[in-house]
């Protein structure tokens, strides 16, 4: 497992160019098995989950060819329905494959991804959301077979605004015969960069951003090339990461109607933002006021955002409420935090954040994704030496993230520990 060693206090300055969106390119590159041909995508982070999911894509038959700033996929050659069990638990969000093989072959096999670190995560919605288009889901001991003769394109009322479960009822109902209305749908941006993505190989998909997305099946897909969108959770954990150092960064490749949430918080907190079409600038004072937060899916506050907003406020003039209201279990980080000198108190689904003069460095352990990059974020702020173990959690989401921030200023190396 390797780490991070982080010497801390420096006040991050100048510009750091955000990567393509994590959330966005899992979508978009499951989607790619549906033209059954060759698409050409740019800005795909080179990152662990990305990786992962090329992985899978070789797996089941298809192509990838890596250039310098684009990914070339052929899913022609793609002749398995069956998601390797491996790496199914490898990456939790390779379910997002199953809509997609779904919709092209009317089937597909994959084991239950099981939770990981921030909750159980169940994908009822998901399995719901194929059998009202018609497929057949048969569950034994954990493994998933759907089968269809025909996918009629039906009406989907999500229980609650999934994001993944969205996302694959839109990738069944693509191909499929009529038209399909998936009602209290995700809003996220990613799902509007998957709608793009989709309509530019023919699909007929709108809505995307609202509340109900129609898509009307077509017959096929072709060949297309596409931009990934920068990625929202990245930009904001820059903007914090400025935030809670005093800094004064430049975020560029940003897109800031994404983060107006984030924005918002960091503003009443006392920081200066300015904003162009892809830019962010932010100022950040001497000492932030306390804010308080509830997570709530977009284009409320985001959950991938609660560590690291949770952990900016750790030296915050007065005290920050924060409510996780969408996983169960997405506080582990608080007690390596607590470590460095934070006084957090959890109680139920909320964080109570009292402001400390300082954190201080010590010796940490990332929990999960979001977990651990908010461990980084404090060892950069801290005053001394921090040391940020199971760092393989963070690189799965953020691409080149040592060098960004020593592009910014902050002491950070990588070191393979035996
Ligand atoms: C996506 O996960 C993101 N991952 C997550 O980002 C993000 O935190 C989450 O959306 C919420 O915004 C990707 O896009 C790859 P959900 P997803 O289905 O789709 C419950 C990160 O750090 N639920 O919107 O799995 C679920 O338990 C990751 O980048 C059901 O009950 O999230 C959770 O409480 C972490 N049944 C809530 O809905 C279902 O069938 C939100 O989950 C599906 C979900």
Redesign the pocket.
């Given at each position: 497992m390797s780490s991070y060693i982080i010497k801390g206090g420096t006040k991050l300055e100048g510009k750091v160019t955000i990567s393509g969106s994590?959330?966005s390119a899992?979508?978009i590159l499951a989607a790619t098995i549906l033209n059954a041909g060759k698409t050409t995508l740019y800005n795909v982070p080179n990152i662990q989950d990305t990786q992962k999911m090329l992985e899978i894509l070789t797996a089941l038959g298809g192509k990838v060819e890596k250039k310098k700033q684009k990914i070339i996929i052929d899913t022609s050659t793609i002749n398995k329905q069956e998601i390797p069990d491996h790496l199914m638990h490898q990456m939790?969000?390779s379910v997002i494959l199953a809509g997609a093989l779904i919709g092209r072959f009317h089937q597909a096999t994959f084991t239950y991804p099981g939770g990981c670190d921030?909750?159980?995560?169940?994908?009822?919605?998901?399995l719901k959301a194929f059998e009202k288009l018609g497929i057949g889901v048969v569950q034994s001991y954990g493994e998933m077979q759907c089968q269809a003769e025909q996918i009629i394109g039906e009406k989907i009322d999500l229980d609650?605004?999934?994001?993944?479960?969205t996302e694959n009822a839109i990738l069944a109902s693509v191909l499929a015969e009529g038209k399909t209305l998936i009602t209290n749908s995700?809003r996220?941006p990613?799902i509007i960069d998957l709608q793009n993505f989709l309509n530019k190989m023919g699909a007929k998909v709108k809505g995307a951003g609202n509340n109900e997305i129609e898509v009307e099946g077509v017959k096929r897909l072709k060949e297309v090339s596409y931009n990934i969108m920068p990625d929202r959770?990245e930009s904001g954990t820059f903007l914090c990461l400025a935030a809670i150092t005093g800094g004064n960064i430049r975020l560029q490749n940003a897109n800031p109607i994404h983060v107006t949430p984030i924005i918002n918080k960091l503003e009443e907190a006392g920081c200066e933002i300015q904003t162009k079409s892809n830019e962010i600038m932010i100022k950040a004072p001497k000492k932030l006021k306390a804010v308080d937060i509830k997570t709530m899916?977009y284009p409320g506050f985001?959950?991938?955002m609660q560590s690291i907003f949770a952990t900016t406020f750790c030296t915050a003039k007065g005290t920050s409420i924060i409510v996780e209201n969408?996983?169960?279990n997405r506080f582990k980080y608080v007690q390596e935090l607590n470590k460095m000198g934070a006084k957090i108190t959890v109680e139920g689904k909320s964080a109570i954040i009292r402001g400390v003069r300082r954190l201080y460095g010590a010796s940490v352990k990332a929990t999960d994704?979001?977990g651990g990059a908010a461990l980084v974020v404090a060892g950069v702020a801290a005053k001394g030496m921090t040391v940020v173990g199971n760092i393989e959690y963070i690189l799965r989401?953020y691409e080149k993230f040592d060098q960004k921030l020593r592009g910014l200023g902050a002491d950070i190396e990588i070191s393979e520990v035996i």
């Open positions: 994590k959330n899992l979508p939790r969000s921030i909750g159980s995560r169940p994908i009822d919605l998901h609650f605004p999934s994001v993944g479960a995700a996220e990613e959770i899916p985001p959950t991938d969408i996983f169960e994704l979001r989401g």
